[in-house]
């Protein structure tokens, strides 16, 4: 069976799941990979009323979609984050409050805990599937520590690790909540996260003592631009693929004016040195992708996360559909030279 190939709904907020859904099989998608913000998934209604979540199913079904991963990327990056008054567009109004720093992460560590929860309900109640079925919260856990990458002034290893046990004391009680309810988070690791890289989401992994309910959701185009390999990511973290997004990006271009870290421009500035493109326009090599994806044997959904400032959407996010579809491919269920066995090899190599 080939792997389910869908949207991640984030980007698309603006539209309603009713009208989203009938775009996206439009655009020829299997499923959509819920976001908590916009009208796609609420997770204090998913809470308070069990009508609510069968009504978003039947959204789904209605279209003949999936879902396989609901997505609270916004809330969770206020857990860990030093709060500035940016937090206030991405924040729900409860969640932001007063603004007072401490209260606003307090709240969306409560608020995270309640996703775990809210995801149980969602899919316990798929049609067809059985209770306790898997389970996964995309999102991010925002960073203490993110300011002091460059590490100047002068940043010990003490005062990184301050950021991490930061992590650590305010993330295990999410992901034991997590736990209690057979539910799996996987952090998009991504510059201003606690992860960014392969060494800094060994690093978070240790901090939480390996958390079983603590994995990833796999996005190269956040690591290819920085250097980072992202085949020996899936690798080095296989059993801790969660999710996957498929989004591309592309590097080494611009005017030479703008470097790594952006200049300080906006996307689709042609003097950046990369920029997020339509899956398949970029640099990424996919097919290397799918290839160690099968090695680990991860079989969830391939979802693509839409993001290319110089292309209108719905062509975009069609032509991505269409690429990952052709690319997607299973693994091999016999070697392939055991039809040799037992006839020689006349030299065959």
Not at 116 to 144: E, L, M, N, Q
Request: glycine share 10%; hydrophobic share 45%; net charge negative.
């Amino acid at each position: 069976m080939p792997r389910p190939v869908t949207l991640f709904t984030g980007q698309w907020a603006d539209l309603t799941l009713d009208e989203l859904a009938k775009q996206t099989v439009a655009m020829g998608y299997d499923g959509l990979e819920l976001a908590c913000w916009g009208d796609h998934f609420d997770v204090e209604r998913a809470l308070a009323s069990p009508d609510y979540v069968h009504q978003r199913w039947s959204v789904l079904q209605a279209q003949g979609l999936c879902c396989h991963a609901i997505a609270n990327h916004l809330v969770g990056q206020a857990v860990c984050d030093l709060i500035d008054e940016r937090h206030r567009a991405i924040l729900p109004p409860e969640i932001w409050g007063d603004g007072e720093p401490e209260g606003v992460r307090q709240r969306a560590a409560a608020r995270m805990i309640d996703t775990a929860k809210a995801a149980r309900a969602f899919f316990d109640a798929r049609p067809g599937a059985a209770i306790g079925s898997p389970a996964t919260v995309t999102g991010f856990t925002g960073s203490s520590i993110w300011h002091a990458v460059y590490a100047f002034p002068p940043t010990s290893q003490a005062y990184l690790q301050q950021g991490f046990d930061d992590f650590a004391r305010r993330w295990r009680p999410i992901l034991d909540a997590f736990d209690a309810v057979d539910v799996n988070f996987a952090l998009e690791v991504h510059p201003t996260e606690i992860a960014f890289d392969i060494a800094s989401a060994q690093r978070a992994l240790e901090a939480v003592d390996h958390h079983p309910r603590f994995g990833f959701n796999f996005d190269p185009s956040h690591f290819a631009y920085q250097g980072v390999d992202y085949i020996r990511f899936l690798r080095t973290f296989g059993d801790r693929i969660f999710n996957v997004h498929m989004k591309d990006v592309w590097w080494g271009r611009g005017d030479g004016s703008v470097g790594v870290f952006g200049g300080h421009t906006d996307f689709g500035d042609a003097r950046r040195h990369w920029d997020f493109r339509s899956v398949g326009r970029g640099d990424v090599r996919f097919q290397d992708i799918i290839v160690a994806l099968n090695d680990i044997g991860y079989r969830g959904p391939l979802s693509v996360e839409w993001e290319d400032a110089r292309m209108d959407r719905v062509h975009g996010a069609t032509e991505a559909a269409a690429f990952v579809r052709r690319l997607d491919f299973p693994p091999s269920a016999v070697a392939f030279d055991a039809a040799f066995e037992g006839r020689g090899r006349g030299g065959m190599a």
